[in-house]
């Protein structure tokens, strides 16, 4: 290769330090330069010096002003005689590795190409790709073929013909450059490289990229002009070029196109509230159209050198929605880059702002879909239960006895002290503070999954993701069903999930396997672990199934990140993971050793009442029978048919977590699982997180990766997910409409004894029948059967929501229960009556009819068993549960058994340990308080991002 002559031009202006490094790494390379130009455009001071101290035979031209790169490096067509073998064009910015001309030279030479560009790598972080070469669509618009800020693993280096290449380091043939007339003079900055190959592609040169050929890039035009500046002339030379480079008929057919595809764009820009991009797209057609002379002489120019026909340079044009994809990204970045803040309107707005009035949009949404429930009160179905007054939920906290089956001692459950600090909060008002919890928790969980997503740096895909989850059946099946477990854990799975990932450090809310968004703080093991350990220990604390739930979204995020072939950040994940649960097993002492037998529950498996289709769409209750209900899976289709890289692999892990969830589901409804699992709604909580995922990751892939794609079959699924999209969202708005989610508007606090107004029903009741319609927590009986045992003076409240283990006494109420059948038993009441027991119900359904659609009949035996016993009494005209009355004993008998009340009073030992778990819990908030506050000082600085390809 020594005998090929090549001439390094390198335009600079008010280089800074940098400058010395790519001087050096010129005068390193190991193929011989003969000829090196340095064209100084208008800097300040004199960099001769500097020049010659690294590359003696540099010639240096000064300018007086700086006209623009391609103008000043035009100045070698006149010094340039006879033409050098090659001209390698060099921003003042660029590092070339030693082997970098001997590359683009050898391939140039190989392939007979006449424009050869490198692989762009960051200049600080050279493990970051920046660029490798740009795919052109047939109106000019450009994209980088790589991900910007992708993890270079060599995945990329394979020699390839391209449409264009980027400036920074380019090489082109001696006679090429002289005989296209080198770069266009009236291209000041931005676009003229994709404009020379363009022009070269005429007369038949080839476009070529050798990703092994590495340059180092600061790629700071930023810091020289504004990026609107940016933006206006890369649409004024783009306009330009478009103009001059087609024949008579291409120019016919194509020019129309991308006049009418910018007329959209202005049209979008003007309802959007893009004022400032309005301007620019108008004007950018106007400037050259006031510019025929100039344009008319290129295009003759061209027509001269011309020796390949438009069809031909077609083919190595990208085909698509490339120029409405990038509009959508451009408009994003314009949002978010906040440079045009006085001339648009979401530009006004901050990132904060938005997700305010998202906020307050969703808070609108909810309390309009809710509003007969806020108004008016919610009946206690399910584990819904009521909370009582303040001092109801202190008393029980406090307490060493639990009013549970027969009375037990022991340890509080951790969720009465959460309640009852809550209570003081809303000062006092339980009722209200019940509706938050329940109602509440929708918007909540909207708001976890908007801040979930945020690190995607993207609106769009944001506001589809929240959209999606709102949408979702789960919450408003959970409310009908009486499943709070599973509302609370609509409400708390994006948050936790946010800190799981944040632990992680998994791309983007890290630096694992790709690239991090914007203002991320510092990792920190140890203050995520905690962030983990507070979120899953209230959570754990209001609702056990949070340990389900916990580890299905593990397990979904591993299984998925393997099938997606990403297992970076793994072992991380799971060591924040386990080390949160230590914290929240640490929170939740001494109530979680008290409560390790029932932690799980007690619902039998094997209802067969919700189907394989059923639980795909989410239909396990009133919202979502109906063909609508595959509308959001089917929009969840999209990235897997054309998202690439990242994008991919999360929407993969979103169809894990859906899938997944959706497979446990059906394992619990058919009775294959050797544990008990709580009901579907809860199960599914992560899956509906994962399918808004990968719902939003068919934005973030339309965004990015349908312009890869020839147009096809693939250009089709956006508008099928959109149409999808929007289908899905019909039913939330029916919902809307209604005013009460489908909730259930009656409940058992009317049935005797709970209807007594005189406070004569001093007994217990025994409740029988299955878990998902008893109104408090109970044990496990026999097959699809539980009981419970409260209080007859009032109906079950929050307190009996934890039942603890079993004790002794309270078992010899289910072995009377058992062994009445195999006895042949007909004074059954009289055995109850030992424990005060005076009344029995068996509830069917969850309300009565025709409210609570649940429905859980109870066995045949059991009722056949009651109905034998001469010492019960049916009775009660309420449909949907059975009542009996014990005439075995007198209301003074009953009284007599349950005796005394127990003391409210507390034990020296549980004092201590409350005060223990008080403190834990004070240190907890405290130290996740001290660690992010002090985070804040330091938010981790990311180079700033031109558009959403950087991120997604």
């Excluded at 509706?435 to 995607?456: D, E, K, S, Y």
């Excluded at 703080?521 to 949070?546: I, N, Q, T």
């Excluded at 119900?841 to 009722?863: D, M, N």
């Excluded at 409350?914 to 992010?932: E, F, K, P, T, Y």
Aim: net charge negative; with cysteine; aromatic share 8%.
């Amino acid at each position: 290769m020594a005998e090929f002559r090549i001439h390094v031009v390198i335009v600079s202006h008010d280089p800074g330090l940098w400058f010395d490094e790519t001087l050096e790494s010129i005068a390193a390379q190991d193929l011989p330069v003969v000829d090196v130009t340095v064209v100084d455009a208008g800097s300040d001071s004199d960099s001769t010096a500097r020049v010659q101290h690294f590359l003696p035979q540099a010639v240096v031209h000064r300018l007086d002003s700086n006209p623009g790169f391609g103008p000043a490096a035009n100045q070698v067509l006149v010094d340039a005689n006879p033409a050098p073998d090659f001209f390698v064009f060099c921003h003042d910015d660029v590092a070339l590795a030693p082997n970098t001309l001997r590359l683009l030279a050898h391939e140039a030479v190989r392939s007979n190409a006449g424009i050869v560009g490198p692989k762009y790598v960051d200049w600080d972080d050279p493990s970051r790709i920046l660029q490798v070469g740009l795919i052109v669509d047939k109106t000019g618009v450009s994209n980088p073929s790589v991900e910007v800020g992708e993890l270079d693993q060599e995945q990329h280096d394979v020699v390839q013909e391209m449409f264009a290449v980027p400036g920074g380091c380019v090489l082109v043939r001696g006679d090429l450059f002289q005989a296209v007339g080198g770069f266009d003079p009236e291209m000041s900055f931005c676009y003229e490289h994709v404009d020379l190959c363009w022009r070269a592609r005429t007369v038949g040169a080839r476009v070529m990229v050798v990703p092994t050929a590495v340059v180092r890039h600061r790629q700071r035009l930023a810091d020289r002009i504004s990026r609107t500046q940016t933006e206006r002339l890369f649409r004024r030379h783009r306009i330009r070029t478009l103009l001059s480079v087609y024949g008579a008929w291409h120019s016919v057919r194509v020019i129309p196109q991308a006049m009418a595809l910018s007329a959209v764009e202005l049209l979008a820009a003007l309802a959007t509230g893009h004022l400032s991009r309005a301007r620019q797209i108008a004007a950018s057609w106007g400037y050259n159209l006031v510019r025929l002379g100039s344009i008319r002489r290129k295009r003759q120019a061209v027509g001269q050198s011309r020796h390949v026909g438009d069809p031909h340079i077609r083919l190595s044009q990208s085909r698509g929605l490339a120029p409405l994809a990038t509009s959508l990204a451009s408009w994003r970045s314009s949002a978010a880059g906040g440079d045009s803040t006085k001339s648009t309107l979401v530009a006004r707005l901050s990132r904060s702002r938005v997700s305010v009035l998202v906020g307050i949009a969703t808070l609108i949404l909810v309390l309009l879909g809710a509003r007969d429930l806020v108004a008016g009160s919610i009946p206690a179905v399910g584990d819904m239960a009521l909370l009582g007054s303040s001092s109801d939920l202190l008393s029980n906290w406090w307490s060493d006895s639990r009013p549970v089956g027969l009375g037990q001692d022991g340890f509080a459950p951790t969720g009465l002290g959460v309640l009852t600090l809550l209570s003081w909060l809303f000062l006092g008002q339980t009722d209200l503070l019940r509706t938050v919890l329940i109602v509440g928790m929708v918007p909540l969980g909207a708001l976890g999954l908007w801040r979930l997503m945020r690190p995607f740096d993207s609106l769009w895909i944001q506001g589809v993701a929240l959209a999606v989850y709102v949408a979702n059946p789960v919450p408003y099946n959970a409310l009908a069903n009486g499943a709070w477990s599973a509302l609370l854990m609509y409400g708390a799975v994006p948050w936790l999930l946010r800190a799981v990932l944040a632990g992680s450090c998994l791309a983007p809310y890290g630096t694992v396997g790709g690239s991090p968004g914007p203002g991320l703080r510092p990792p920190s093991y140890g203050r995520e672990a905690l962030a983990v350990g507070l979120l899953f220990g209230l959570a754990g604390a209001l609702a056990s199934e949070a340990l389900v739930v916990m580890g299905l979204l593990l397990a979904g995020l591993i299984l998925g990140s393997l099938i997606a072939g990403t297992s970076a950040g793994m072992t991380r994940m799971v060591a924040v993971a386990v080390a949160g649960a230590a914290v929240a097993a640490v929170l939740n002492l001494p109530w979680l050793v008290d409560s390790l037998p029932t932690l799980l529950g007690d619902r039998p498996g094997g209802n067969g009442g919700n189907s394989w289709a059923e639980i795909l769409r989410f239909d396990t209750g009133p919202f979502g029978d109906n063909r609508l209900g595959w509308a959001l899976p089917v929009a969840a289709v999209l990235p897997l048919a054309l998202a690439h890289d990242s994008r991919l692999a999360w929407a993969v892990r979103g169809w894990t977590l859906y899938l997944g969830t959706a497979a446990v589901a059906l394992v619990a409804e058919q009775d294959w699982s050797p544990v008990p699992l709580p009901r579907p709604e809860v199960i599914q909580v992560p899956g509906a997180v994962g399918l808004a995922i990968a719902v939003s990751m068919g934005v973030a892939a339309f965004l990015v990766d349908i312009r890869r794609h020839r147009f096809g079959w693939r250009q089709v699924v956006p508008f099928t997910a959109v149409a999808a999209l929007v289908a899905g969202m019909l039913p939330a708005l029916a919902v809307v409409s209604g005013g009460d989610w489908n909730a259930t508007r009656d409940d058992y606090s009317e049935v005797a004894p709970f209807s007594d107004e005189d406070g004569t029903a001093e007994y217990r009741v025994l409740w029988l029948g299955h878990p998902d319609v008893l109104p408090l927590a109970s044990w496990k009986l026999d097959g699809h059967l539980s009981f419970a045992i409260s209080d007859g003076m009032e109906f079950p409240s929050v307190a009996q929501r934890w039942v603890g283990r079993l004790d002794d006494r309270t078992s010899q109420v289910a072995d009377a229960v058992l062994q009445a059948p195999d006895s042949g038993t007909s004074r059954l009441g009289a055995e109850l009556s030992r424990w005060g027991i005076g009344t029995i119900l068996v509830p069917e359904r969850l309300a009565a009819p025709p409210y609570g659609e649940l429905s859980q009949i109870a066995p045949e035996w059991l009722f056949d068993i009651l109905d034998s016993q001469l010492d019960l009494v049916p009775g009660g005209l309420t449909a949907g549960i059975a009542t009996y009355h014990n005439t075995a004993a007198s209301p003074e008998d009953l009284r007599a058994a349950i005796g005394l009340p127990p003391d409210d009073g507390n034990s020296d030992l549980n004092r201590l340990l409350l005060s223990v778990q008080i403190a834990l819990w004070v240190v907890g908030l405290v130290g996740i308080a001290r660690l992010s506050t002090g985070d804040k000082r330091r938010r981790t600085s990311f180079p700033d991002l031109a558009d959403e390809r950087s991120v997604l």
